[in-house]
Structures are given as structure tokens and as C-alpha cells.
């Protein structure tokens, strides 16, 4: 009897003793994630915490169409729900999926975004879609006016014109790329990144990144290299599909960040988005 309780008690001892259980996936940071709340939410709120948690995501930029998701999930981290998760939110400036098209025209799109800044959590503007001279406009150049003022970050789905477009807009914009570019040349993301010191690339749905083996190709070893503080990675989840296959998209970074040197790995993983949104 006495042998046994003390076998209880050392193995009590151990247990408590013990590492939560391991986990060496190397932490992802999701600097691309939508929680749609329009036409309706793919998971419930305590599900889609549990798929970040299950995918070692320890945090995510965080946006909904409308922002009502962005609202739940900060209400769960204000709740103490979301753990140790970062919750980073931004900006939508849309109400619906059509909104996509017409928002760089439209001044309750402004007045929408002016509304939402008064929950005083937001730290940027964005998901936004502009593709080449639909970023010169008056309502974009307000909304890039109104980022730069308020210290938020710009979060733009846009091909290297309009980014251009942005930071002429105002040269203090602090930018988002998102998918840097979709099959941009790797040459010419270089040389938007030499130019604007402060344009990240978000890399979802950015083509050339591997080979057909799975393979890094050179001439993106050769950029993470180069900028090793200017890549952010995201899973994009804009339909269910992409909520579906989270798992697999968080395996296929963690495929090629694992061919990376550690040091630049754990930057585009999580470090450089904790760098980026340190809370002030
Ligand atoms: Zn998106």
C-alpha cells in the first residue's frame, strides 16, 4: 500500500513536473485572416480558436466582412477566451463582397471606416482591393491619409502600380502586401521592397515561392535572404474552402520555412509580425 501510494505520488510529481505537451511546429503568425461574419461564419468563435490553437497559430491579423467577426474575437480576448493568442485587428472597409468593386469611390466606405476607428483596438485598414489607377482617388487618398495620421497600417490587395499609387499618396504609408504581388517577378518585388522601406509582403497565393518537388527556388531563398524582415505569412481564409484546408496551408509554410536558415525562418513565421504590431 505504502509502495503504491508512493508510486502515485511520483508520478503526480512528474506530471506536474512535466512541459505542456511539446510542440516544436514553428509558430505562425497569420497576417491574413478573415473572419467573415457575411453571408455567415465558417467556424463559431470557440471553433475557429481551437483551429488556430490546433495549427500552433499564436496570432493573427484579424479582419471580417463586416467587422462584426473582429468584434467577437476581441470580445473573447477581452474575456480571456483566446489564451495567449495576439489578436491584431483591422479595418474592413466593407459591408458585402460587392463592395470590393466600388469602395475607392464610395464616402460612406470613409465614413464606415472613420465609425469603426472609434472602438480605439484597430491597428490598420484593410483587406482592400485596388488594381492600378482605381487607387487614385480621392477616397483612397483619404483613406491613406487618415492610416498615416492615426498611425495605422494599410493592408492592400493591390498589383505594384497601385501600391505605387499608395505611397505617392502619402510617402508615410505603412504597407501590407498582400500575396506581394500574386506572379510579380521576384526582380521587381525586389525592387519595391528596396523602394519603400516600409512595404511588407504578405505571401498567400504568391506563386514561384517552390518548385513542382516542393523545393525553395532560388530566387526566393535569394529574397528571404535579402530581406529576412519583410515577409509576412497569411492563410487568407476570403471563402470556406480556404477554412477547410487551414491545415495544409499552414504545412505548406512550414514546408519551406523548414529549408530556410532558423534565424530567417522564425522572422517570416511569426517574428517580423511581432515586431510590426508590438503593442504600443
Ligand atoms: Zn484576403
Redesign the pocket.
Known amino acids: 500500500m505504502l509502495v503504491r501510494t508512493l508510486t502515485a505520488a511520483a508520478l503526480l510529481a512528474a506530471l506536474v513536473a512535466a512541459p505542456a505537451r511539446s510542440d516544436d511546429r514553428i509558430e505562425i503568425f497569420d497576417a491574413?485572416m478573415?473572419y467573415n461574419w457575411e453571408p455567415k461564419p465558417y467556424y463559431q468563435p470557440d471553433e475557429v480558436l481551437e483551429v488556430f490553437r490546433k495549427n500552433r497559430v499564436t496570432g493573427v491579423l484579424a479582419?471580417s466582412r463586416p467587422n462584426t467577426g473582429t468584434h467577437v474575437l476581441m470580445d473573447d480576448k477581452a474575456k480571456g477566451k483566446a489564451g495567449d493568442l495576439q489578436v491584431v485587428p483591422f479595418i474592413r472597409p466593407y459591408r458585402v463582397r460587392a463592395d470590393i468593386g466600388s469602395w475607392f469611390n464610395d464616402p460612406v466606405i470613409f465614413d464606415l471606416v472613420q465609425e469603426e476607428f472609434k472602438r480605439g483596438y484597430y491597428r490598420g485598414v484593410g483587406?482592400f482591393h485596388l488594381t492600378g489607377k482605381a487607387a487614385d482617388t480621392e477616397m483612397v487618398k483619404k483613406t491613406v491619409d487618415f492610416a498615416v495620421a492615426n498611425n495605422l497600417y494599410l493592408?492592400a490587395?493591390a498589383d505594384d502600380e497601385a501600391v505605387e499609387i499608395l505611397m505617392r499618396h502619402n510617402p508615410r504609408a505603412q504597407i501590407i502586401w498582400?500575396?506581394t504581388g500574386f506572379s510579380l517577378a521576384p526582380d521587381r518585388v525586389a525592387a519595391m521592397l528596396a523602394k519603400y522601406p516600409k512595404l511588407w509582403g504578405e505571401l498567400?497565393y504568391r506563386s514561384g515561392i517552390v518548385d513542382g518537388s516542393g523545393k525553395l527556388t532560388p530566387q526566393w531563398r535569394v529574397l528571404f535572404e535579402r530581406y529576412p524582415d519583410r515577409f509576412l505569412l497569411?492563410s487568407?481564409?476570403?471563402v470556406p474552402e480556404r477554412w477547410a484546408s487551414y491545415g495544409d496551408i499552414m504545412d505548406g509554410y512550414r514546408a519551406w520555412l523548414a529549408q530556410l536558415p532558423p534565424a530567417v525562418a522564425k522572422q517570416i513565421a511569426h517574428g517580423n509580425a511581432r515586431a510590426l504590431f508590438a503593442e504600443k
Request: cysteine-free; aromatic content about 8%.
Open positions: 491574413h478573415h479582419t483587406e493592408h490587395h498582400a500575396h498567400s497569411g487568407d481564409t476570403w
